[in-house]
């Protein structure tokens, strides 16, 4: 199984906006300016069978329209399901009418895009070898916002979305062979963000569990590398992990 970092950024780094892709076909999340660095990367936009939405912040959704734009573009005729916090619907339909009025009907109808709106997945069906479980996490004033655990294969790989150190990281963590974290800033308590200081926790107390940070300030990912924890890998854009 490949795990490539697309983004690894927080949104004012110099990296690209946090997502992952997974054996070239299961995207998290689509943040602004995903879908150019996938063609950019050679990825083909039509191999995506599945994206995963955490949230409804514009890093981690505002490239919907570019992705279905694509899509109609390369006429596909593949269905690419959307997995997604309820109202992400309307919400992009909000930004073609913004970006491009009167391109909604066209395009949707064209694009082979699925929105599957949830409150709850419990280990959910979502392809013949994806099941996806939805976590509530605690990501500030923003309700809600979710992490994951995506089995694939009988694996489970982990992810925070964004979010503070709460009760359900631990269950990700715990529950997951591998964990792509949010570690936004190095010492500093938020509301919405995981610091390093978090991210040292989780690591001290998972020494058997690997993780991954992503969401990264450019001070944060220099302090973290400084910091050499053993089992957190602190990927640039583009890695790729093999598990």
């Not at 409804?56 to 490239?63: A, N, R, S």
């Not at 992705?67 to 997995?83: D, P």
């Amino acid at each position: 199984m490949n795990i490539e970092l697309i983004g690894t950024g927080s949104i004012g780094a110099v990296q690209m906006s946090a997502s992952t892709l997974i054996d070239n076909k299961i995207l998290i999340d689509l943040p602004n300016g995903i879908v150019k660095r996938l063609k950019q990367t050679h990825h083909n936009i039509l191999d995506i069978e599945t994206c995963l939405i955490t949230h409804l912040h514009g890093d981690h959704f505002f490239d919907i329209p570019f992705f279905m734009f694509e899509k109609y573009f390369k006429k596909a005729t593949n269905i690419t399901k959307i997995i997604c916090p309820k109202g992400t619907k309307d919400k992009t339909k909000t930004l073609f009418d913004i970006g491009y009025p009167g391109e909604w009907d066209k395009v949707s109808k064209l694009a082979y895009v699925e929105f599957i709106e949830f409150e709850e997945l419990n280990k959910e069906k979502i392809t013949d070898e994806l099941y996806v479980t939805s976590k509530i996490v605690e990501h500030g004033k923003l309700k809600p916002a979710y992490g994951y655990i995506v089995n694939i294969k009988g694996k489970n790989i982990g992810f925070s979305g964004d979010s503070k150190l709460c009760d359900n990281i631990f269950d990700i963590v715990e529950k997951s062979e591998i964990s792509i974290l949010d570690m936004s800033v190095t010492e500093i308590k938020t509301k919405a963000h995981m610091s390093l200081y978090d991210i040292k926790e989780i690591c001290k107390k998972y020494k058997n569990k690997i993780i991954i940070a992503t969401h990264m300030h450019d001070y944060t990912r220099e302090k973290a590398r400084e910091e050499k924890i053993e089992n957190l890998i602190i990927p640039e854009d583009g890695q790729i992990i093999n598990i």
